[in-house]
């Protein structure tokens, strides 16, 4: 798909605002409601758009730990890999999880009530003989930053707004 100058601002505005209404979006990037309205369809319609969500504030919300796992899994195979991958899926305290290129196969996110929460989690895992043999634990002292927009001007090799 060929984006255009004001595709790329419906996505940077959105990145930043996804709550933003439909005339304000439109306003912003100096279109009218309907063809801005044409634009995001179909920017959504090509995958571009993923989703929307709010960024929930957990430090208000309840008490948590969140921690960031380097895994091993044990046979290197496609098939040890699926199915690894398949089992991120069945834990809903694992938030994110990317596959690596490197010394370790996998990142994991977590996010659970405490360090015993945590550790439960991790015998679950090793239990479930989902593959996991070797883990390493970084527990989150304090957010530094996260959840930013992505520098989609960087990315494209445009310069950023004044």
């Known amino acids: ?7 790329l ?3 940077k505005v959105l990145s930043r605002d996804g709550r933003i ?10 279109l009218s409601p309907t063809p801005c309205w044409d634009r995001l369809k179909k920017l959504e319609n090509a995958g571009l758009i993923e989703g929307y969500g709010a960024r929930i504030n957990l430090k208000k919300l309840a ?3 969140t921690v960031f796992v380097v895994a091993e899994i044990a046979d290197h195979t496609a098939a040890s890999f699926r199915s ?5 899926q069945r834990y809903d305290e694992v938030t994110a999880c990317w596959a690596l290129g490197g010394g370790f196969d996998y990142l994991m ?3 659970t009530r405490d360090v015993d ?14 593959g996991l043999s070797r883990y390493f634990t970084y527990i989150v002292t ?10 989609l001007d960087l990315l494209l090799g445009q310069l950023p707004d004044s």
């Open 117 to 130: 929460s945590y550790q439960k989690l991790i015998d679950d895992m090793l239990d479930a003989r989902i």
């Open 109 to 111: 996110q977590i996010v």
């Open 63 to 65: 008490s948590h730990v």
């Open 9 to 11: 601002q419906i996505l």
């Open 1 to 7: 798909m060929l984006l255009d100058d004001r595709d």
């Open 21 to 30: 209404t439909k005339s304000a979006l439109a306003e912003q990037i100096g």
């Open 84 to 88: 690894f991958e398949a089992a991120m």
């Open 142 to 151: 304090k957010p530094v930053k996260g959840n930013g927009t992505p520098p």
